[in-house]
């Protein structure tokens, strides 16, 4: 196994966690991953970490980096903001950059595709490759989904009902909602409300974007596929490539995602 170093960085409002995989031998790139929100990082933890081995054995150095105020990383959710998870970013490639010297690939899953993306976007010069897993394409449909969890979760219990509109509508009073245990602050839900991945300026990016499909031979996603042709339309350079499992993001118990795992190493079997 290769060497793995945990260790925190300082960033914006304190510190945060991160894992890290030694590559084996000279290192041929980096990888910088970024996790979903909530419950969704969890249940992929296991499977990004064996992505994560499986790069390192192949002269990768990959980075896992819990964002402020989840995981093992410092602070709460509920002072968490879009701004200061850039910043996490940023501080875990300055890491990198300093200790391995070589070109960083952003990693995002879910959420933090739709995170990769924008931060990609605003350091044209750091970041010119992403890969992308299962990634959100619309904050504003995200939003909407998480919300949706609550009003789930009240109607179960006979409380109070309440609306996604309402809810809203207390965000951006700056009011959190907690969502499945999480406190979200109003400020983080009105940042995602806003970001849609095809208006991300990635002209100057090679995406590798995977996306599961229901079973294999069937196509990407309507919504997927035109937030690709967006992306291609402004002169980024997108390899979509469907991947049959189950969702790891959304199950309980665990899983494996075999096919991801093997689209995804091949990837980075060739230098790059």
């Known amino acids: 196994m290769r060497k793995l170093t945990p260790l925190f960085l300082d960033s914006l409002l304190g510190r945060v966690f991160a894992l ?3 590559p ?16 969704e990082m969890n249940r992929c933890r296991a499977l990004v970490a064996a992505q994560a081995r499986a790069c390192a054995e192949r002269g990768y150095a990959v980075m896992l980096l819990d964002l402020y105020g989840t ?18 970013i940023a501080a875990a490639a300055d890491w990198l950059h300093g200790h391995i010297g070589v070109a960083i690939t952003l990693w995002g899953c ?3 595709a739709l995170l990769a993306a924008d931060v990609a976007s605003r350091d044209p010069a750091r970041y010119t490759r992403l890969l992308l897993w299962q990634p959100v394409i619309d904050g504003k449909t995200f939003v909407t989904q998480t919300l949706r969890q609550r009003v789930a979760f009240l109607m179960d ?7 996604t509109d309402q809810m809203r509508a207390e965000s951006r009073a700056g009011k959190s909602v907690v969502v499945s245990g999480y406190v979200i602050p109003g400020a983080l839900i009105n940042a995602i409300d806003q970001l849609r991945i095809a208006e991300c300026q990635l002209s100057h990016v090679h995406i590798d974007w995977l996306e599961n499909i229901s079973e294999p031979g069937k196509p990407l996603s309507i ?3 035109k937030a690709i042709d967006g992306l291609r339309s ?17 199950l309980h118990e665990r899983d494996e ?8 190493t091949a990837l980075f079997e060739c230098a790059p």
């Open 234 to 250: 402004q002169g980024a350079e997108v390899r979509a490539q469907p991947f049959s499992a189950p969702p790891i993001w959304q």
């Open 157 to 163: 219990r006979s409380l109070p009902p309440e609306t």
């Open 71 to 88: 995981g093992d990383s410092g602070g709460e959710l509920a002072d968490a903001s879009w701004d200061a998870w850039r910043a996490d």
């Open 223 to 225: 919504g997927s596929q």
């Open 257 to 264: 995602a075999a096919d991801l795992l093997a689209k995804t």
């Open 24 to 39: 084996a031998g000279p290192a041929r790139g980096a990888l910088l991953y970024i996790p979903p929100l909530g419950e």
């Open 20 to 22: 890290y995989y030694a």
């Open 110 to 112: 879910r959420l933090g």
